[in-house]
């Protein structure tokens, strides 16, 4: 499985972003799509995931109610729709592929990894 992580920018406080993971390769229904972002001299944090097959979304608790994560089946990508979006959202956002189906929100649990795509949101 190959992930390609788009769709990041320079955005201002309170403004929208989508960010979308494309995943070629042998992939399943079950297995976990995640998405990850690491801030300049912090450690990579959990954001949102879901199934392959788009089932059984969750969250980071501090990103609930504000990030989307869902699967595009049209398009074979998982996106993250980010809204009311704050200075400190700003960090390089990781989509990562599980090949299990059970849920993490640990990264070391995520083998495969996208090249990220940078978030920027000024104030």
């Known amino acids: 499985v190959q992930l390609q992580a788009s769709g990041g920018g320079l955005v201002q406080a309170g403004g929208s972003l989508r960010l979308s993971c494309a995943a070629s390769?042998?992939?399943?229904?079950?297995?976990?799509i995640g998405w990850f972002r690491q801030a300049p001299g912090k450690e990579r944090e959990f954001v949102a995931a879901i199934t392959w097959g788009g089932g059984s979304p969750y969250y980071s608790d501090s990103m609930k109610g504000r990030f989307t994560i869902s699967r595009d089946n049209t398009k074979n990508t998982v996106s993250l729709q980010m809204n009311s979006l704050k200075p400190e959202d700003t960090a390089i956002y990781y989509c990562?592929?599980?090949?299990?189906?059970?849920?993490?929100?640990?990264?070391?649990?995520?083998?495969?990894w996208g090249q990220g795509t940078l978030v920027t949101v000024s104030s």
């Open positions: 990562a592929y599980r090949t299990s189906s059970t849920w993490s929100t640990r990264a070391y649990e995520y083998r495969i």
């Open positions: 390769g042998r992939t399943f229904s079950r297995h976990h």
